[in-house]
């Protein structure tokens, strides 16, 4: 087993609603080695984007604890918590959390900008090359009330990848996504786990989940099971890499509809 980068220990979210509460993650015990690209499929309801949230630091958990990069970020203070998003952690969630004042380039190298890892030209450059291979280049200028939901998403993929995160928080990102605007989202977060970056993703696609090397079955809050396809090796002279991803999907089908989906 490689380096374990983001673990879970009893993992626990109650929400109270009208004084009656909702166990919505049961202890969930999970280990992310560094460099996995792991999907996190289920029901609607059974808590996917709850584990995102609270295993990412965005929420609050009720028990137990998270390790991220050997850190416990349980019990870390919000500013601390910040910094270490910022540097360290890129994030696409369903409510995009983006400036409503600034056009859509501005949006995407802020956290660049905030960082100051690199220089702003470098920032601007990295910004430009990503939203060039996502197709919304034409984009960069307008308001992001002038710009569709795909193309939103798109470039909120954009501003998590700015920093070449150590690991990037996706949920559902080609939820809004016709299948162009689809594969060039997979294959961008494909390259960043090339690059390096571990991803933790919630998706409803199969064809985006047969591209991670591990997929966990999420229902009422409980991890019941979890399948292991490895990654994609495209070797150029021997098989066409349609045939291998057909065979991942058609996998990942069959246990699927063994997990009840
Ligand atoms: N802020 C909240 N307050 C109270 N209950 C919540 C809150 N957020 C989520 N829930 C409840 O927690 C459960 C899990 O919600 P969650 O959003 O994690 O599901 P999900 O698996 O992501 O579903 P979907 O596939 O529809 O996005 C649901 O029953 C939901 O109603
Ligand atoms: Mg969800």
Redesign the pocket.
Same mark, same amino acid.
């Given at each position: 087993m490689g380096k374990v980068c983001l673990e879970a220990i009893d993992l626990c979210k109650t929400?109270i @609603?009208e004084g009656n509460s909702?166990n @919505?993650l049961q202890n969930i015990n999970l280990k992310i080695e560094e460099g996995e690209f792991v999907s996190i499929m +289920?029901?609607? +309801?059974? +808590?996917?984007?709850?584990?995102l949230y609270t295993i990412s630091g965005m929420d609050s958990m009720t028990a137990g604890k998270v390790i991220f990069d050997g850190e416990d970020i349980s019990g870390m203070k919000e500013k601390e918590l910040t910094r270490l998003r910022l540097l360290k952690m890129g994030f696409i969630f369903?409510q995009m959390y983006m400036m409503k004042k600034l056009c859509i380039i501005d949006n995407i190298v802020l956290p660049g900008y905030q960082a100051k890892l690199v220089s702003r030209e470098e920032v601007n450059r990295h910004a430009e090359d990503l939203m060039r291979r996502l197709g919304i280049i034409d984009t960069a200028e307008r308001e992001i009330t002038e710009v569709s939901g795909g193309q939103l998403q798109r470039a909120c993929l954009a501003r998590a990848l700015i920093n070449s995160p150590r690991v990037l928080f996706a949920d559902?990102p080609t939820g809004a996504l016709n299948s162009k605007a689809s594969s060039e989202v997979l294959n961008e977060l494909i390259k960043a786990n090339e690059a390096g970056s571990t991803i933790l993703m @919630?998706t409803?696609s199969e064809k985006v989940a047969a591209s991670s090397d591990r997929i966990i079955y999420?229902v009422d809050g409980d991890i019941q099971g979890e399948l292991k396809l490895g990654k994609v090796t495209v070797k150029s002279d021997k098989t066409d890499p349609r045939e291998e991803l057909q065979k991942r999907e058609r996998k990942l089908r069959q246990w699927l509809d063994e997990m009840g989906w």
């Amino acid at each position: 087993m490689g380096k374990v980068c983001l673990e879970a220990i009893d993992l626990c979210k109650t929400y109270i @609603v009208e004084g009656n509460s909702n166990n @919505v993650l049961q202890n969930i015990n999970l280990k992310i080695e560094e460099g996995e690209f792991v999907s996190i499929m +289920g029901p609607s +309801g059974s +808590g996917k984007s709850t584990l995102l949230y609270t295993i990412s630091g965005m929420d609050s958990m009720t028990a137990g604890k998270v390790i991220f990069d050997g850190e416990d970020i349980s019990g870390m203070k919000e500013k601390e918590l910040t910094r270490l998003r910022l540097l360290k952690m890129g994030f696409i969630f369903q409510q995009m959390y983006m400036m409503k004042k600034l056009c859509i380039i501005d949006n995407i190298v802020l956290p660049g900008y905030q960082a100051k890892l690199v220089s702003r030209e470098e920032v601007n450059r990295h910004a430009e090359d990503l939203m060039r291979r996502l197709g919304i280049i034409d984009t960069a200028e307008r308001e992001i009330t002038e710009v569709s939901g795909g193309q939103l998403q798109r470039a909120c993929l954009a501003r998590a990848l700015i920093n070449s995160p150590r690991v990037l928080f996706a949920d559902e990102p080609t939820g809004a996504l016709n299948s162009k605007a689809s594969s060039e989202v997979l294959n961008e977060l494909i390259k960043a786990n090339e690059a390096g970056s571990t991803i933790l993703m @919630v998706t409803h696609s199969e064809k985006v989940a047969a591209s991670s090397d591990r997929i966990i079955y999420l229902v009422d809050g409980d991890i019941q099971g979890e399948l292991k396809l490895g990654k994609v090796t495209v070797k150029s002279d021997k098989t066409d890499p349609r045939e291998e991803l057909q065979k991942r999907e058609r996998k990942l089908r069959q246990w699927l509809d063994e997990m009840g989906w």
